[in-house]
């Protein structure tokens, strides 16, 4: 009698633990049927269920298809995000711009522009001017 008892609870036990489990998986990580079909096998078949639901229903960590990727790195959804071409040719006609830009400040001096001053590192010593005291 004794041993029964212990057995039913270790089966009840076993069963919360399954139950728990199945709930709590991954549907990509879940073989066979679905989740509400291997619960509800789980808990009619209390013995069989446990049997079946930790030997065909889970499936381990390596056996997952691939792992879930952030928005930002999985190619297909940036597939559909839809640029459209106008789009794309005023992003190409201001990186156009941006390069003209460049190269006309890169270009030497012509008569009549002002020459751009360097800027001054803000850790770089002064020179003390006339009066003797450094400019802040």
Known sequence: MRWLVILLVVVVVA???AVI???MMAKERVRGLS?????IVIV???VLGLILWFTIGRARVTQVVRPRLAPDDD???IGTLGRDK???ERIRRL???LAALDSDAAEPDEPGKAKPTPDKHPD???EPDDTGRADA
């Open 95 to 97: 990186e156009e711009e």
């Open 75 to 77: 190619p297909a959804f």
């Open 124 to 126: 770089a010593k002064q």
């Open 21 to 23: 489990d199945c709930a």
């Open 44 to 46: 009619l078949l209390p």
């Open 35 to 39: 989740k509400p079909v291997w619960l």
């Open 15 to 17: 069963t919360i633990f």
């Open 86 to 88: 106008e789009q794309d």
